[in-house]
């Protein structure tokens, strides 16, 4: 058996930003740096995803940000289906806590938490509906910071969040699975 994520990380990274917020962002799990000062993404993706959030009129503080995965896995590694099976519960509270419009999936690893079905080079920038709530799969910032093709493709995406909350606070729009503008 693996020992606990807790036995090698420095400290649990629970989440940040505005309880209040409207878009919930979920990554995959801490990395070193977010490790070190207990805060999600405040590394080289995070310094991305700032970029992509000021891109489209947003700061840190306007959204809440948190992970599946609480503690740094060793070396950066997957989360195993037990430990995100073991933290899931929790990413659901947060997320009934603060009843956002919008859960922004960050990477495949989040998404499939929520919508095991999915692949994310097809579902990335369509927004779904799945039990009330609206969710948008994205890349994630990691895997697009050294591809350009793929951090375009993510830029573009980001781009769609504004049309998709507005979309959902006049209440027209996104009633079936796929989005189309
Ligand atoms: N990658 C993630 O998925 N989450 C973080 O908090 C940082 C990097």
Do not use: C
Not at 18 to 28: H, K, Q, S, Y
């Amino acid at each position: 058996m693996t020992p606990h994520l807790q036995a090698t990380a420095t400290q649990l990274v629970f989440g940040v930003g505005n309880p209040d917020a409207d878009i919930v962002f979920v990554g995959e799990a801490p990395g070193k740096n977010e490790d070190l000062q207990g805060e999600p993404f405040v590394g080289a993706a995070g310094k991305f995803l700032n970029e992509m959030l000021s891109s489209i009129g947003l700061q840190r503080q306007d959204i809440y940000i948190s992970n599946i995965v609480k503690y740094r896995p060793p070396d950066n590694r997957d989360p195993t289906p037990e430990e995100i099976a073991e933290f899931k519960p929790y990413l659901l509270k947060q997320i009934a806590v603060i009843r956002p419009k919008l859960v922004v999936f960050l990477g495949r690893h989040s998404m499939n938490v929520f919508l095991p079905e999915l692949k994310i080079s097809q579902a990335h920038g369509q927004p779904i509906r799945k039990d009330g709530q609206v969710y948008l799969p994205l890349f994630h910032p990691a895997a697009a910071l050294y591809n350009g093709a793929m951090r375009q493709t993510l830029l573009d995406d980001f781009r769609l969040i504004p049309a998709i909350l507005k979309k959902y606070l006049t209440n027209f729009g996104i009633i079936s699975n796929l989005y189309s503008t």
